[in-house]
């Protein structure tokens, strides 16, 4: 009988430490998803946040030269809809942006931002004829929202891109 016991004994250490095992297996299998859930949410976010800037900003552009073409009248209610928009995608990329895109966002797309404000949109609602000062402001604006913005963004948004690296 002291056989059965002692193999009863041993039975049952194994299956505490077994089920102990498992118990502090799942608990790091449940972290692991936790996080990579949490950072997935993170850069969806992060991507919304481009996406919604990027957006933004093109339909401020898109509506300024309508307006260059088709004059200013009964388009000022719609212009600032698409300001008010671009300006809430701005403060909100600036919160979800990384150091980089931060830094870059302050020092590089707010000064140019400034600058079209200053040239092509003030000549825009005095009604004057639109220099090539201004158009080229304007030009090198959009050049930098669709080639350097998303050569800035693109490492933002990597695990999104390639999820399995």
Known sequence: MESATVSAVIAAVAAVVGGLLTAFA??????????????????????AGIEGFMLATSLWMDWLTYIQEAGWEDKQEELNR???A??????RLLL??????????????LPAEHLVRRTYVRQLRSGVEVDE???AARRAFNVMLRDDLVDM????IHKLRDPLA
């Open 82 to 84: 698409r300001v008010r």
């Open 26 to 47: 799942t608990r790091s299998v449940e972290r692991l998803r936790l996080r990579a859930s949490l950072v997935e949410r993170a850069q969806e976010r992060r991507l």
């Open 153 to 156: 963004v693109r490492p933002d």
């Open 96 to 109: 979800l942006a990384s150091d980089e895109l931060y830094r870059w966002l302050k020092d590089t797309y």
């Open 86 to 91: 671009r300006d809430e995608a701005y403060r």
């Open 133 to 135: 000062q201004a158009l």
